[in-house]
């Protein structure tokens, strides 16, 4: 009887991936049974998907049982010219990449290729070369570099990596010179090495572990509230794709087909089919998440190399047919509607937050978070120059600033004439724009002004871009005000 093929699952209209994991590789991907949405009702399309996520899946699996233990009795395959010559230039990308940055003297690499040269070349008394001690050089590096790359070799392969190491080495101190210098072209002389990915698979790779569970919590110290709520949603999406939960597992073939993955999913709307994430967000989102997971697990020692550092997703740019600011008739529309009286059903807050927050990003050019996370106590006066000016404090510690840097914004006379003083002093010192008491369970993670910058027409860019009194002028008027003077910014060195 013949066996049937593994196809695309329908379920519903719908179709998935489904696939049984063999038994001797369910310890290593922890579980018994892979499914994954494959995004499309249609079935030609579904067959496609399927053939591509099979195939991603399938090298896995190879990868994962050519990772697997060797038992203690049993020797690394024996390793052929190419397979050392990719070692040794993997060896030159290791030592370039730990100093490319701030390569420091050129001086002090010219030194070293010198002294390198007279202990791996020496010349004999006849002037002829003559056996150099290179492999014992470059035998203490070589094994930390090893070591760091989980690579296991024999003993007696050692000595032959080691060699072509230490040629690699005099590369790469030529190269890291060039770089003091100011000179980061390419090398051609390192073109000569075969690439890793072509003699990779020759090796046994200790096995490394990158998951989310483990290690998320520790990588989102350094990312923001908002960054971490996204990242994670986009590092999920790549865990479903692979089937495994140690994204240690993947190569630079699985980040690419993930991303052409993403690119091809589609959902139906008013009856047609349209792409259901975007080239920008899967460019500065979904990959971006990926590519600063993967560096992070790079520079804890949790895996070798970055798979996603050189995928790059390109797509043409969308046609601009307007201005990237608001026109005049726009700017009038907004500020008319912030002074609307509220309609009743809104909280108090959320209401302020739509009549001051457009007004204010008006005027200061701030950012409508920025706006919305103020307090209280970040608005005060200020004695400029023998004019007393009331400013507002734009600070971290009442949300997320751009550089994490507080800065005080004098404002304008028009929004004191307007009332926003009297709002400020009977709202007291805390939140002026949400009530702390309120705040969603799904999203914890995410500063309560944040929320309330949703749904509040912003003016922030094109004020930032070319300030607010000129451009304000005429749509002020129209809304009914008066035109007030504006006491700028005050210079830094009188800033508390």
Not at 56 to 69: F, M, N, V, Y
Not at 88 to 105: I, L, N, Q
Not at 256 to 284: C, F, P, T, Y
Not at 428 to 443: H, I, K, S, T
Request: glycine share 6%; with cysteine; net charge positive.
């Amino acid at each position: 009887m013949a066996l049937k093929m593994p196809s695309p699952w329908n379920r519903s209209g719908h179709f998935y991936f489904r696939l049984r994991v063999p038994v001797d590789l369910v310890p290593l991907v922890g579980k018994t049974l892979i499914v994954r949405s494959l995004d499309t009702q249609d079935p030609k399309l579904a067959k496609q998907r399927f053939a591509v996520m099979l195939a991603a899946i399938g090298r896995q699996w190879e990868r994962l049982k050519a990772q697997s233990e060797v038992p203690a009795f049993q020797e690394p395959d024996k390793l052929k010219l190419k397979d050392v010559l990719g070692l040794a230039g993997e060896f030159y990308r290791w030592m370039v990449a730990k100093h490319d940055s701030d390569p420091g003297a050129a001086a002090r690499w010219l030194e070293e290729v010198e002294s390198d040269r007279r202990i791996i070349s020496p010349k004999g008394l006849n002037g002829r070369p003559r056996l150099g001690s290179g492999p014992s050089l470059y035998m203490p590096m070589v094994q930390k570099f090893l070591e760091e790359r989980g690579i296991i070799v024999g003993e007696g392969h050692l000595f032959d990596i080691a060699r072509e190491a230490a040629y690699a080495g005099l590369l790469a101190k030529e190269r890291l010179a060039r770089a003091a210098r100011g000179d980061y072209s390419d090398d051609p002389a390192a073109a000569r090495f075969p690439k890793w990915e072509e003699v990779e698979l020759n090796f046994t790779i200790k096995s490394k572990t990158l998951t989310l569970v483990e290690h998320y919590d520790e990588f989102a110290k350094t990312r923001s509230a908002a960054s971490r709520k996204k990242y994670r949603s986009c590092l999920q999406d790549l865990e479903r794709f692979l089937g495994n939960p140690n994204l240690a597992v993947a190569t630079p073939d699985d980040i690419q087909n993930w991303v052409d993955n993403l690119a091809s999913r589609m959902v139906v709307k008013d009856d047609k089919e349209v792409r259901k994430i975007g080239d920008k967000n899967i460019a500065d989102g979904y990959l971006a998440a990926a590519r600063s997971f993967f560096k992070w697990g790079v520079r804890k020692k949790k895996i070798a190399r970055n798979p996603a550092a050189d995928i790059r997703h390109e797509f043409p740019m969308k046609p601009q047919v307007r201005k990237p600011y608001f026109t005049d008739k726009e700017i009038k529309l907004i500020l008319s509607e912030a002074l609307r009286a509220p309609s009743g059903r809104e909280s108090p807050q959320f209401a302020a937050a739509k009549r001051w927050a457009p007004w204010m990003c008006a005027y200061t050019g701030a950012r409508v978070n920025e706006i919305t996370q103020l307090r209280g106590m970040d608005v005060w006066k200020r004695d400029y120059e023998g004019e007393v000016v009331w400013t507002i404090n734009i600070t971290p510690d009442a949300g997320p600033v751009k550089d994490n840097r507080a800065r005080e914004v004098p404002l304008h006379e028009h929004l004191a004439a307007q009332g926003f003083i009297d709002f400020v002093k009977a709202s007291g010192d805390g939140p002026l724009f949400y009530d702390p008491a309120r705040r969603l369970r799904r999203e914890p993670d995410v500063p309560q002004g944040r929320r309330k910058d949703r749904g509040v027409g912003p003016l922030d860019r094109r004020s930032q871009r070319r300030g607010a009194e000129p451009w304000l002028a005429t749509p002020v008027q129209e809304c009914g005000a008066a035109q007030a003077s504006h006491p700028g910014n005050p210079r830094r060195d009188q800033r508390p």
